[in-house]
């Protein structure tokens, strides 16, 4: 057992075991533990019998998290766990101690755990147990200066050792380390993974792509009619919209916030060249202009003569 091993979490410290009066006690190693998706996660305890009991039989200890009918589920015998757990148990100085190796972890391992000895006549439950919680990692993005912009890899709980990343840029490793510089305004894909746990990374993050506007009713615009002007794009961390309308020669101006431009009652002054513009941490991207061309409705103009 190498605490060094790729992805795994082992924590070993020397604690004095709390014995209950009749000879029964459990001591967790540790009783709060947070490790990342994919990870492996040791938890230990060690446990006293009564004296006159002199040997002991792993098979009548155990660890569980869930009950069924008032009596605790063995992690063994639970779909969820059943091929991705093992127990260890040997004698100690206090006692005995054991430990439950799970690997592969998942979100849904976030519970607590606790050891008990089962021998009938000889059931003992340490409570309370130890809360594992499993965490996803998720990237940061913080700006450098104008043009770079740094990434760091999270987890939402204190990963209780400090784990090494991978970087990946799209689908290939590009660097290990805790954090990783990236130029601004680029549409690759960056996530961020454990090192030795290459199953389950970040999400990944990536500024927009150029976004599209599409127009609603597509058909030709009669004054007073109603038009919404829609921008879309794909980007992580979801991007934010900003509208804007050329006008004569001067810059486009910004006309307003939000992924829809809507013209409740559009006017032919509305006509003129659009383009909405896509923004995340990551970057910035513009749609091409798009022409609106509001018609007068036909049949006032035979009323106007
Ligand atoms: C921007 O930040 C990066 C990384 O911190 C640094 O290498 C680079 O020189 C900086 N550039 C400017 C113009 O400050
Ligand atoms: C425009 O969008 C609003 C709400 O987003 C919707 O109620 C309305 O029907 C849309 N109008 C058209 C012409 O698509
Ligand atoms: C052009 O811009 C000016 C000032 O920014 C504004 O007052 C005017 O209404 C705009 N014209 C059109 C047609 O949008
Ligand atoms: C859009 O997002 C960027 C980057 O997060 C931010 O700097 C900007 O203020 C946001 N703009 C709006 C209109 O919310």
């Not at 599209?212 to 002007?229: Q, R």
Request: charged fraction near 20%.
């Amino acid at each position: 057992m190498s605490s060094s091993a790729g992805g795994l979490v082992v924590f070993l410290l020397s604690v004095q075991v709390i014995q209950s009066q009749d000879g029964w006690g459990v001591t967790y190693r540790q009783t709060e533990v947070c490790a990342a998706k994919g990870e492996r996660v040791m938890m230990g305890c060690y446990y006293t019998h009564p004296p006159v009991i002199t040997l002991y039989d792993i098979k009548d200890t155990f660890w569980f998290t869930k009950e069924k009918d008032g009596e605790p589920v063995d992690l063994r015998t639970d779909s969820e766990y059943s091929d991705r757990v093992e127990y260890t148990c040997h004698g100690a100085i206090f006692g005995v101690s054991c430990t439950v190796l799970i690997t592969n972890l998942r979100e849904s391992d976030s519970a607590e755990y606790k050891f008990r000895t089962n021998k009938p006549g000889e059931k003992y439950t340490g409570s309370p147990g130890v809360t594992l919680s499993v965490t996803g990692l998720q990237v940061q993005v913080s700006r450098s200066n104008s043009t770079w912009l740094e990434l760091t890899c999270h987890s939402s709980c204190d990963l209780s050792h400090h784990p090494e990343y991978v970087w990946f840029k799209n689908e290939e490793i590009i660097q290990t380390g805790s954090s990783l510089l990236v130029s601004s305004g680029s549409t690759d894909r960056y996530s961020c993974y454990l090192k030795g746990s290459l199953e389950q990374g970040s999400p990944a993050v990536y500024g927009p792509q150029r976004p599209s506007v599409s127009v609603s009713p597509s058909a030709e615009m009669m004054e007073g009619g109603s038009v919404n002007l829609t921008c879309s794009t794909d980007a992580n961390p979801a991007a934010n919209y900003t509208w804007y309308k050329e006008n004569g020669t001067s810059d486009p101006h910004l006309l307003s916030e939000g992924p829809q431009l809507v013209f409740i009652s559009i006017q032919s002054s509305d006509s003129g060249r659009y383009s909405c513009a896509a923004e995340n941490q990551l970057g910035r991207k513009r749609s091409d202009f798009i022409s609106i061309d509001v018609k007068l409705e036909e049949k006032k103009a035979p009323q106007g003569q």
